[in-house]
């Protein structure tokens, strides 16, 4: 049932007008940014060609690029997201889905995973740019793909904050608004409360603060270093937010 769940949501989806335009200007902001970054490459590459161990186009064009897109997706995983619990309430299609046979935990993991269908696609565009130069230079695939992982990684945290907002109101736009707003103030709050918290010496405080900074969890991976806990911050961040949104389902169907 989850899949079936899951089928539906990438259909409705693509169905959607608001996603190809999500689906566009991603790409065209995407592509852009490449293709600047790619010509200041060749621009500086007789520069890099004099030091000892220049960096490499995967460095200093693909890096760059998926850094990029992992911006892009605080604007975009909220529009995405936005009427996968708060559309259902507006068509008040809700009550249906909440007398199914179906559990809670069901449907959220359903919708969840549906979403995230759509953004892998953005991640493996984003992938597939620096992947369009493999057969005339040289790409660190090891970077690449830490690089993709961290990516994905962050758009599932934002998709779980995202879904719970929408299991907050009935007005798909005030469920983005929502969305945005909570995951600037994790952004700014997390990081802000993890270097004050390690500042003076609280380690373990800081490590647990560090759960709400996505982009901190981001920066490690996106520079190739495969940090345990950078990769089980949003896995704690995702799961954090799904459970919260079953329990806000749950309530909405013990009160009928």
């Known amino acids: 049932m989850i899949l079936t769940?899951?089928?539906?949501?990438?259909?409705?989806?693509?169905?959607?007008?608001?996603?190809?335009?999500?689906?566009?200007?991603?790409?065209?902001?995407?592509?852009?940014?490449?293709?600047?970054?790619?010509?200041?490459?060749?621009?500086?590459?007789?520069?890099?060609?004099?030091?000892?161990?220049?960096?490499?186009?995967?460095?200093?064009?693909?890096?760059?690029?998926?850094?990029?897109?992992?911006?892009?997706?605080?604007?975009?995983?909220?529009?995405?997201?936005?009427?996968?619990?708060?559309?259902?309430?507006?068509?008040?299609?809700?009550?249906?889905?909440?007398?199914?046979?179906?559990s809670m935990t069901q449907i959220v993991i359903g919708k969840f995973a549906g979403l995230m269908g759509f953004l892998l696609l953005l991640v493996l565009i984003t992938l597939a740019l620096p992947l369009t130069l493999a057969a005339n230079?040289?790409?660190?695939?090891?970077?690449?793909?830490?690089?993709?992982?961290?990516?994905?990684?962050?758009?599932?945290?934002?998709?779980?904050?995202?879904?719970?907002?929408?299991?907050?109101?009935?007005?798909?736009?005030?469920?983005?608004?929502?969305?945005?707003?909570?995951?600037?103030?994790?952004?700014?709050?997390?990081e802000t409360a993890g270097d004050s918290l390690r500042g003076r010496g609280w380690q373990v405080p800081a490590a647990l603060a560090q759960v709400l900074s996505p982009l901190r969890n981001f920066e490690p991976l996106g520079k190739g270093m495969i940090d345990s806990w950078a990769i089980a911050c949003p896995l704690l961040l995702t799961a954090a937010f799904l459970v919260l949104a079953v329990r806000r389902l749950d309530g909405r169907r013990l009160r009928g």
């Not at 994905?152 to 998709?159: D, E």
């Open 5 to 102: 769940i899951a089928a539906k949501e990438i259909r409705a989806l693509f169905n959607s007008p608001l996603a190809w335009l999500v689906l566009t200007v991603v790409q065209v902001i995407l592509g852009y940014g490449f293709l600047k970054r790619l010509d200041d490459f060749l621009q500086i590459q007789p520069q890099l060609a004099q030091l000892a161990s220049p960096p490499g186009v995967t460095e200093l064009v693909a890096a760059p690029t998926f850094a990029t897109a992992a911006a892009v997706l605080l604007f975009a995983v909220p529009l995405l997201a936005m009427r996968l619990i708060a559309e259902e309430r507006r068509n008040q299609t809700m009550a249906l889905l909440l007398s199914s046979p179906l």
């Open 137 to 190: 230079t040289s790409l660190d695939y090891g970077l690449l793909a830490s690089l993709a992982l961290a990516l994905l990684l962050l758009a599932a945290s934002f998709a779980a904050v995202s879904l719970y907002t929408s299991c907050l109101t009935a007005q798909p736009i005030a469920a983005a608004l929502l969305a945005f707003g909570l995951l600037l103030a994790m952004l700014f709050m997390g």
